[in-house]
């Protein structure tokens, strides 16, 4: 029998060390009433599994996450975005995998019983944090894994308004600055899990925070390129504040975090109104949500539907964005020709 503990598990920022309680995981409740029932029936799903896991036998070798033969430590993301930030840090040296696959939707998450399984055998998982996970906490309630918060010391910006007034805006990434960040609470935690390696990391984040700058600066200037008067960068989810507020874009969204229900007519109204007041010639939404309603704001206005743009997840890897820097990228390249390009014919 082995329900994953034999390891040293090192302690992160010190977080503490969680033990394995089977029976805690299988009683999780969903955070999210509409789908009580179904988290009932993952609940029975998840026991089983953890009963089998617990009282099962072999489990393989090396904590290596649904990698059998690699004897590598095996890192375990939230989302995509991070799992590729990971990947650039921990080179050849780490295995490194994200929970939610590309496309999927971050914040309301189901883990399923897979999910579960693998993060128990894994060696370090990692989160962004600031309530951008809201199943997290549960979902590492009853594992015996350390976890990193990456997004720990980032200059955080606060929701403005609807029901999470006030609240940290999770969405701390779409900042290549705050990514250096990310980058150095991910060479912190690796180094600890793995010191032999101490120095690839630190080397490996390094020349990865020089492209992050990189970026950042031709972000920058690209979005530069948007006419005073057309700064107005309106979505579906408030999840750009950190990016308009690096490129000096007015923030306008339908829903302030997460399209998590129907978006009210007062909603879409509002919206509606910006766009025409301001002669806002181009509104985008985010890859992972409905565009429905921001298509209502199109019909509704003279403004164009300037593009989907990526946040809350990469694409797959023959896609437009496989790659954070690539998510940047092409964000500020979609914004900058929607919003600029109809009046000065100024490109990316
Ligand atoms: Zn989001």
Redesign the pocket.
Known sequence: MRCRGNRASPRMFGMPKFSFRCAKVAARTSPVPRVTSLAAAAAAVVLSLLLAACGGGAEGNGGAAGNGSDSKPVVLTTFTVLADVARNVAGDKLTVESITKAGAE??GYEPTPGDIRKASKADLILDNGLN?EAWFGQFVEGLDVPHAVVSDGVQVMSISEDSYQGKPN??AWMSPVNVQIYVDNMVKAFSELDPDSAGTFKANGDAYKAELQAVQDQMKSSLAAVPETQRALVTC?G?FSYLARDAGLTEVYIWA??AEQQATPQQITRAIEYVKANKVPAVFC?S?VSDAPMQQVVGATGATFGGTLY??SLSEADGPVPTYLDLIRHDAEVITKALAGATTGAGS
């Open positions: 971050i914040h951008l999770p969405h989810e999840a975090v997460n985010e992972t946040v809350d």
